[in-house]
């Protein structure tokens, strides 16, 4: 999973204790390339019709190899993997793969609670490269000045390692 390149990485774990009100979602993307696992768990109960679900997305199969994994791919180039409604007390936990994307469908806050839950990861303290079936996928770092989630650089895992 990590490669030869990695010699004593260190571990971080974080954790965020998170609010969501009305209208939130979050499209489909795959999360920073130092994250190893990902884990929520619900603190309150939100009905099914409410929205608010996580869905877990992969890159539509092709015959041949997916040559790259961009960071915010487009909806049609993803098929559903699962959905998880929010339940009190319920745990989703996996791992951060280049194929690892997933989303929040848009919550509504309507005669239900706000969407209470504690979001974490283990993270490394530089990018993973990820191993699957013998071949590397290597990140590939795109500075930017907007911010993208956590950070202001998207990138993308290629099958062979970028030139610096």
């Given amino acids: 999973m990590l490669g030869n390149n990695y010699t004593n990485p ?17 499209r489909p993307h795959r999360d920073d390339i130092t994250r190893l696992y ?3 768990i619900y ?5 099914k019709k409410n929205g608010g679900s ?15 994994f961009r960071r915010f791919p487009k ?3 993803l098929e559903i993997v699962k959905s998880f409604t929010p ?14 994307y997933h989303g929040v469908k848009r919550f509504i ?6 969407r209470f839950f504690i979001y974490g990861s283990y993270a490394l303290n530089k990018p993973v490269i990820w191993n699957y079936k013998g071949i590397s996928y290597y990140p590939h770092i795109i500075s ?14 290629l099958t062979t390692a970028p030139k610096h």
């Fill in 38 to 40: 990902n884990f929520l």
């Fill in 109 to 114: 806050e309507k005669n239900c609670p706000k």
């Fill in 43 to 47: 603190l309150t109960d939100i009905p």
């Fill in 75 to 77: 909806i049609t180039e």
């Fill in 54 to 68: 996580l869905t877990i997305y992969r890159k539509k199969a092709k015959k041949n190899l997916r040559k790259s």
């Fill in 10 to 26: 260190k571990v971080n774990l974080d954790i965020d204790f998170s609010v969501s009100k009305g209208g939130y979602r979050l």
């Fill in 87 to 100: 339940k009190k007390g319920t745990v989703v936990f996996f791992q951060s793969t280049p194929n690892s």
């Fill in 144 to 157: 930017t000045k907007k911010r993208m989630l956590t950070s202001f650089h998207d990138a993308n895992y």
